[in-house]
């Protein structure tokens, strides 16, 4: 008899075979991450079930008298442990394999440093002249 496979293991197999194939390695930190996706996908199987019998008891038609009443605090918990966990596979997915093309934003704070250590200050910033003065519009009449 086969084992069924967990959620997190169905996810960790297609991401494998989306972002890797067989030929790609996986570092030792996507490994990492590929280990934390699949336990948190795991727990979050686990949660939804939780979530399900504490609203089920939410449907109309129950006899109050045999059924306990819903926890709203319960439920409150379990949905934001929910959207926490599922948030953080999604940020996991997206750090896996970013896009190659798309490049990282650079603040004008972090090029003027790089331009300095790559050109010892005599780069040009966009903002002033030549010799480091801030250009003067001059208005003839």
Request: aromatic share 4%; net charge negative.
């Amino acid at each position: 008899m086969t084992r069924r496979k967990t959620a997190g293991k169905r996810l960790v197999d297609s991401l494998s075979e989306m972002l890797g194939g067989d030929d790609d390695e996986w570092t030792e930190q996507e490994l990492a991450t590929l280990g934390l996706i699949e336990a948190t996908t795991d727990r979050i199987e686990v949660l939804r079930r939780l979530f399900d019998v504490e609203v089920v008891t939410l449907r109309p038609g129950r006899d109050p008298n045999s059924e306990p009443m819903v926890s709203t605090r319960r439920v409150s918990e379990l949905g934001s442990e929910l959207r926490q966990c599922e948030s953080n596979v999604a940020r996991w997915i997206a750090a896996l394999r970013p896009d190659p093309t798309a490049q990282q934003p650079k603040s004008k704070q972090h090029q003027n440093a790089a331009n300095t250590r790559w050109y010892g200050g005599a780069h040009q910033d966009e903002d002033r002249g030549r010799n480091g003065t801030t250009p003067t519009l001059t208005v003839v009449q």
